[in-house]
């Protein structure tokens, strides 16, 4: 087999329960569940800063928050200054063709970051519409082409429909489907395919911006899950933990309650949204199959972070719960690669600073010193086991994942293995243990029960591990730390900013 051509599927907001694999009661996505029967799928993955944008970072350098330096949800830090190794400019330097077409959520906008070139829809970006005085042909390539098209006015744009970028109004889309976003990212794919080079092979990143609100996916995607059982509210026995930051009735609430006849529509809307992607992948994977490139592609399917869609009375992100944290990841090596697995269901705990090494490892591309991720190859691609005179030590995987982000005034931290959760509030002080295995749902909070103390113990002795010698001075004396004020971003990072005179 020659180089393998490689495929990173990115879409914004998805949680790791959707998918039809998953056993989703549901959300119907037939094409990515057949991706999995192609490959592998790992049941237990995350998004340890689960935002767009820290999360990208993860995505793109392969690297850990503690090394990136990125903990919070921060605009405008220049990504070639902060972070200069990526994964597509590692494919680049091996001789690949690199495309982006899609949500990039980079700054500056136009930034390629180790793309040869970029076609861009980011979504509504509040600051580059005020900034370029909605000018979009500085940050945007959906709008453009948008109002070229036949019977659309000259100041068309995707917020026509009112619907908010950050809104629980669902309604569906306005225009004629050809003209959604996701049915023009799925256009733009194919239609790349048409203007590559034939001489080299590529890596394209193909990032949808939905299923992120706005909740607004053609007519016919929406009607499908308008008709579910009714949307209930259900609560554990520790979100009070959160009143204080309670904003009932709010339609951009992150914390909160609202009717659950609006959630019940919230809901049918990212469900057609997901869809609605899933048969855009359907035009991408059979192009591939009339290109002849199926059988020596590698493709990997992800999301940035999930969506808490009303679960415990939140919504959004940025917290570590199932619903935000957890995030989809199918790896399927290329058809022509004889010693891949097919169909494989994955237990470890893996992040999305795995991918990186994962998949430049199985293109034949050496993995860069920087990334701290780690190659998931080994189950993707198993081996003999040795004889026993010739066996090395075995690496262990790792034992569980510390993940966090700034929210709430404060940093949310948290460790799971995916069979158990401690979290911990680094301003409140509060705790909750879950066995996820028992309890998925996350709706028991273990840690005031005493009979959970040595449970308790041992994760939140894991956390303070991690949180051992941080500039923010989370632990001391191998105890956690309240009170401590927090960033978005850690100072190495920042010292490279500064380095460069930058803001």
């Known amino acids: 087999m020659g180089r393998a051509n490689v495929i990173l599927i990115c879409a914004d907001e998805w949680r790791g329960d959707c998918l039809g694999a998953e056993g989703h009661p549901h959300v119907q996505t037939p094409h990515l569940d057949e991706l999995a029967g192609k490959g592998a799928r790992f049941r237990h993955a995350y998004s340890a800063t689960p935002t767009c944008v820290p999360a990208r970072v993860a995505l793109f350098t392969g690297q850990s928050q503690e090394r990136h330096g990125r903990v919070g949800y921060q605009e405008g830090v220049p990504f070639d200054v902060a972070h200069p190794v990526t994964l597509q400019g590692e494919f680049r330097k091996a001789g690949y063709q690199t495309q982006a077409i899609g949500k990039m959520h980079v700054y500056p906008e136009r930034s390629r970051v180790g793309f040869d070139d970029v076609v861009l829809h980011d979504g509504f970006l509040h600051a580059a519409r005020a900034e370029h005085k909605l000018n979009f042909k500085y940050f945007d390539d959906y709008v453009p082409w948008l109002r070229r098209q036949p019977g659309v006015s000259p100041d068309e744009e995707y917020f026509d429909h009112g619907a908010g970028c950050n809104s629980t109004v669902a309604r569906p889309w306005d225009k004629a489907e050809r003209l959604h976003p996701t049915s023009w990212t799925g256009s733009q794919a194919v239609e790349w395919l048409f203007r590559r080079d034939p001489t080299v092979p ?13 909740y607004d996916p053609p007519a016919w995607a929406m009607e499908m899950y308008l008709d579910l059982p009714a949307f209930k ?19 951009q609430l992150a914390f909160g309650t609202l009717s659950e006849a609006v959630t019940h529509r919230a809901r049918a809307g990212y469900y057609g949204l997901m869809t609605h992607i899933d048969l855009q992948l359907m035009r991408l994977f059979e192009a591939l199959n009339e290109f002849g490139l199926a059988r020596d592609t590698i493709v990997a399917f992800t999301s940035d972070h999930g969506e808490m869609l009303g679960d415990h009375d939140f919504y959004r992100k940025a917290v570590g719960y199932e619903g935000s944290a957890r995030v989809p990841f199918i790896v399927a090596p290329a058809p022509s690669d004889a010693d891949a697995v097919r169909g494989a269901v994955v237990d470890e705990v893996v992040e999305l600073r795995d991918l990186m090494p994962t998949l430049l490892e199985l293109a034949g591309v050496p993995i860069p010193e920087s990334c701290d991720g780690r190659s998931l190859v080994p189950f993707l691609r198993p081996t003999p086991a040795p004889a026993p005179a010739e ?16 929210y709430f005034g404060q940093s949310l931290q948290w460790v799971t293995d995916g069979h158990v959760k401690y979290l911990w509030a680094s301003e409140w002080g509060t705790e909750e243990l879950f066995d996820l295995d028992a309890d998925p749902g996350e709706m028991h909070n273990l840690a005031p029960l005493p009979e959970y103390a040595e449970l308790l113990a041992l994760w939140k002795g894991r956390l303070v591990r991690d949180l051992a010698g941080r500039e923010e001075g989370f632990e001391r004396d191998g105890e956690l730390v309240t009170g401590a004020p927090v960033t978005g971003i850690l100072a190495h990072t920042r010292a490279l900013l500064d380095a460069q005179g930058l803001p």
């Open 391 to 406: 066996a090395a030590p075995a690496v262990p995987w790792r034992k569980w994942l510390h993940g966090e982000h700034v």
């Open 202 to 214: 590529f890596f394209l990143y193909l990032s949808f911006h939905r299923p992120h609100p706005p």
């Open 233 to 251: 509210r259900r609560l554990g026995d520790w979100e009070h933990h959160y009143e204080s930051v309670r904003t009932n009735g709010n339609h």
